[in-house]
Each structure stands twice: as structure tokens, then as C-alpha cells.
């Protein structure tokens, strides 16, 4: 630690000499890739938002705007999107950015080949879900270029969220010749190209990621930060230190725990908004005891979400009832987990009777459970008291930790657990977006192999009703079912916190938790 310390120190240069060209910008973990194909995390968006640009983009609150296509057509049935591109949009090494890039982008993540973990986020466009499988042609996908700067895609059935969809990582353009050349390397300073408001400059693993502005961007001029290094912060209490001694501009995460403290500390740099994220733990369904619905109840049940959310993490999260945060788009209010109003004293004699009812005691044969998570400390603060809840009725628990890159790599490779820490941002507002986790062989955002048919067949029943109530209906009776179910156990939903230096200028909190930096400047 005091060598990564004094490293992290020389780099960045004397404290009280921030750089005046450089935006040293926290994020919440080393990003596992830079591929936009094969990426699944918040802190690696965070990093190829300023490397891409795709069809859409966000501007500077999180809204909707116009990215590398100027404007758009919808075909009255919903199925059929044009896409006009801009004339003046460039890859970072001159190249012009052309309808065929974004061909050959989409055909890359849906190719078996690419083993993309975040495929089905596309599976509305047409035959995605075959050419993923590899049943179909890459050439099958729903998608065409017929002119240079015009782009055709189709949809297997109207999606509410289509637009949205195109911002994200999983939808954004890569430049063919590169990786053509360069094959998983494409990525490499030296080899990257990218069309964003930035370009690659340098990576330093586990310590920083360096962008620089992309003289090739069509709004350069207006990108006012020249550089911006992404810093790893997942020991927030570390990442407080870095900040309080000027070494770090903004951090995207904070110790919950400190709120109160930190507003006193830093007064009007503590930012929370709002945010469509859940903080659940998933159950092993695949294997016994975690695959007894009654064991999944009873650990559910003495969860104590009101001093999670408010005590511990100090009003930074809010207890979770339900999988789906109210409040989404195209949604009713989400079904609620049962017994939310009952005394607790009842839930923890219910819980214990489950638990005896699936052959488990307090005394002779207790539950015993192996809990893994990513460290940070609120994660480890989490861990720590469900824990003691969990003693309360007799079970005892072994913790696992790892950092980020590892814990979430692990589950998504199949790696053995009994409950693990899961945490999901929404990509876009809509129910699906959480409930499509937990479809039957979704096994790289479903790690504890979830499969229940009645609930994959109301997803497909969704997803073909263009009839948004009746959709709404649908998601309702299959969120239904997943707090019934429970193979994940809700905890809490997110809210973002952060700490925005006076030095850094434009800083939104949005729903959506999207801070482009070309939007940001740096106060002289």
C-alpha cells in the first residue's frame, strides 16, 4: 500500500500543483477491457463514453442527443429505424465514420465468435438472438448500410427503449481496419482509434488510464479539458485521502458511512442524485441448499433494508423491495417482496422456520453460507451486517473477497458460489432492463443459472406486445414471479454520491449517472 501510495504520488505531482490541463477524474474500478464488444461494467462506460460515439449520445444532464447520426426515421409499425450520419464525423485517424463501421460493429458483438457477455442487450434487432447463436449469418442481423452515410436498422418486434439502446457501450462503432490488423489488440495505446471527444493516450494498469481529446472529433473546439486520467478508486476511504490532498478531481463513489461527514468536510462538493441501480445478492440456484426457495426466503426475510440504506449507508441508498425501482418508464409500480410490513421479530420467527421446514437449525446443523463480494467499504460494511443479521437466525457466514475486475469476471465464467454481491445500473428506463438478468440462459448477467419457463415465457410474451399497458402488465406478473422466486434478494436501490472538486465545472447529477467529459471544464 505505501508503495502504490508513493507511486500514486509521484505521478500525479505535487499537491498543491494540479495540473491545469489534465482532469484526474476517479472511477470506480480498473476496467477489466476496453473493448466496447465485451465490456459490462459502470466504470468501463464511464471510460469508452469518451473513447466512442454512437448513433445517440448524452449531453451534459444525461438527455438524449444527437451523437454520430445527425437525425433519424421511424417506420410506423416501429420496426424499421434510417439513420442519417454526420458528414463531418472522423475516427481519430482521419478515417470518415460510415454506415458500414456500425455494420460491421453490431455483426462483431452478436458473432458467437466474440463471446460478447452483453449480447442480448441487442436481441431486439432483428435475428440478433439466432446470429448470436450461431444458427444464422452475421449477414442475417437486422442490419444494412445501403449509402455511405446512411444506416437501416430492423427489429425483430417495437422496442420503447430502441434509441436509448444506441448509446450504449455495446452499440458503439469500432473501426474495422484496426481490429482487422490488430485483433484483440485493437485496443492498445498505439493501436486504438476511436471516434470520440477523446483518444487513447496511455494505460498504467491498476493505476490510471490516460485519454487525450481527439483532434479528429467533430466538436473539438468545444471539448475544453485536453486530458482526463481515469483513476481506480475502489478503497474509497483511500480514494477520500487522494481527494482531500488535491490529487484526485472528482471521485464517482463515496463511503457511505461518511456522508455527514464528508458534506461538513467539503462543503457544497458532496453531490447525490438520483439513479436507476439495484444492489442485490444472487443465490446459487444451481446447486443445494440455495436452490430451496424456502432458504432463499428465510435469508431474505431479516434483511434489515431500512438500516442498510439509512444508517450505514447514510441515506446515499434506498431499501429494496422490489427488483425494479419505482419510477421507471413503461412500468407499473413493481410488485413488492412479502412481509415488508410485518414486525421484524415476526420475519425472524418465519425465517426460522423456514430454515427448519429445508432441514437447518440454530444449534446442531446451521446454514452455513460462503458470501462473496467486491471489496469497497460499503461493500465490506454491507457484508459485515447482513452477516449479523443472517446470525441472528443462526446462520453462520465466510466471507470472499476480491476486487471488482476479478469478483464479476469469476460469475460470469461459472465460477462456484453460494451468494454473491450483485449490483446493476439500468442502461435505459424501462423494467426490462432489470428483469432480462434473470432469464434462463442469460448465464454471463445470471450467475446463479436462474431458469424458471413460466418466467422466460412472460418476457417473450413482452417483448412481442406492442400494447405498452399490456406490456407493462407482463412485466409486472414476471417481476411477480422473482419476488416470489427470490434467486436474487433485492437490497437496495442505488442513488449516485460523489465528491466534484471546485476546480472541475459542468458537473450534472442525472438519472442515468452519464458525466461525458467533453462537457466538463477545469476552472483556471
Known amino acids: ?57 448524452y449531453d451534459y444532464c444525461g438527455a438524449l442527443i444527437p451523437g454520430a447520426a445527425t437525425h433519424w426515421t421511424i417506420s410506423d409499425d416501429g420496426l424499421t429505424y434510417e439513420f442519417t450520419l454526420r458528414e463531418d464525423g472522423r475516427w481519430s485517424n482521419g478515417d470518415p465514420v460510415v454506415a458500414a463501421d ?41 442490419v444494412a448500410a445501403p449509402e455511405a ?30 481490429v482487422a490488423r490488430f485483433g484483440d489488440a485493437f485496443t492498445r495505446p498505439g493501436n486504438s482509434v476511436t471516434n470520440g471527444p477523446y483518444r487513447l493516450r496511455d494505460v498504467v494498469p491498476n ?24 483513476l481506480p478508486t475502489p478503497d474509497l476511504s483511500s480514494a477520500v485521502r487522494r481527494y482531500a490532498a488535491g490529487e484526485i478531481d472528482s471521485l464517482a463513489d463515496l463511503p457511505g458511512d461518511q456522508i455527514a461527514s464528508l458534506k461538513a468536510r467539503f462543503p457544497g462538493q458532496v453531490a447525490l442524485g438520483p439513479a436507476l441501480g439495484l444492489y442485490a ?26 438500516f442498510l440504506a439509512d444508517k450505514l449507508w447514510g441515506g446515499t441508498m434506498m431499501p429494496a423491495y422490489s ?38 437449525t440454530e444449534g446442531p ?22 452477516a449479523e443479521m443472517w446470525r441472528g437466525i443462526g446462520v453462520e457466514t465466510r466471507f470472499v473477497y476480491t476486487d471488482a475486475k476479478t469478483h464479476f469476471a469469476y460469475l460470469r465464467d461459472g465460477g462456484d458460489f453460494d451468494v454473491a454481491r ?54 409486472f406478473a414476471a417481476e411477480t414471479i422473482i419476488v416470489t422466486d427470490l434467486p436474487w434478494i433485492p437490497v437496495m436501490h442505488t442513488r449516485t454520491k460523489a465528491l466534484i472538486a471546485p476546480r472541475l465545472v459542468g458537473y450534472h447529477p442525472n438519472l442515468r449517472n452519464v458525466v461525458p467529459t467533453r462537457f466538463l471544464r477545469l476552472a483556471p
Request: contains cysteine; proline residues 9%.
Open 1 to 57: 500500500m505505501g508503495g502504490a501510495a508513493a507511486l500514486t504520488s509521484a505521478l500525479a505531482g505535487p499537491v498543491d500543483a494540479a495540473p491545469a490541463d489534465l482532469y484526474r477524474r476517479g472511477n470506480d474500478a480498473d476496467p477489466e477491457t476496453l473493448d466496447p464488444h465485451k465490456s459490462s461494467t459502470v466504470a468501463e462506460a464511464h471510460i469508452l463514453r469518451d473513447l466512442y460515439e454512437g448513433l445517440l449520445t
Open 102 to 142: 456500425f455494420v460491421f460493429a453490431l455483426r462483431r458483438i452478436l458473432s458467437p465468435v466474440t463471446a460478447a457477455k452483453y449480447a442480448e442487450v441487442l436481441f431486439p434487432l432483428k435475428n440478433a438472438r439466432a446470429v448470436n447463436q450461431g444458427t444464422m449469418p452475421p449477414d442475417a442481423l437486422g
Open 149 to 178: 452515410r446512411r444506416l437501416v436498422l430492423t427489429l425483430e418486434q417495437p422496442t420503447p427503449y430502441m434509441l436509448e439502446l444506441l448509446t450504449h457501450q455495446t452499440s458503439l462503432p469500432v473501426h474495422p481496419p484496426t
Open 207 to 230: 493505476d490510471r488510464i490516460t485519454l487525450e481529446r481527439n483532434p479528429g472529433f467533430y466538436a473539438a473546439a468545444d471539448v475544453a479539458i485536453p486530458r482526463v486520467a481515469f
Open 281 to 306: 445478492l444472487s443465490l446459487n440456484t444451481s446447486k443445494a441448499p440455495f436452490d430451496d426457495v424456502r432458504v432463499r426466503r428465510a435469508l431474505s426475510l431479516v434483511i434489515d433494508r431500512e
Open 323 to 360: 427488483l425494479c425501482p419505482p419510477g421507471l418508464d413503461n412500468a407499473r409500480p413493481p410488485p413488492e417482496l412479502a412481509g415488508r410490513d410485518a414486525l421484524p421479530i415476526d420475519r425472524e420467527d418465519e425465517a426460522r422456520a423456514l430454515l427448519a421446514a429445508a432441514g437447518f
Open 365 to 386: 446443523r446451521p446454514l452455513r453460507v460462503e458470501y462473496r463480494f467486491n471489496v469497497s467499504d460499503n461493500n465490506r460494511n454491507t457484508a459485515l451486517a447482513i
Open 422 to 475: 450483485m449490483s446493476w445500473i439500468a442502461d435505459y428506463s424501462d423494467p426490462q432492463n432489470f428483469l432480462f438478468l434473470l432469464e434462463g440462459g442469460n448465464d454471463g448477467l445470471n450467475p446463479g443459472r436462474y431458469a424458471n419457463p413460466a418466467y422466460d415465457a412472460l418476457m417473450r410474451r413482452a417483448a412481442a406486445e406492442r400494447e405498452l399497458g399490456t406490456r407493462a402488465d407482463l412485466l
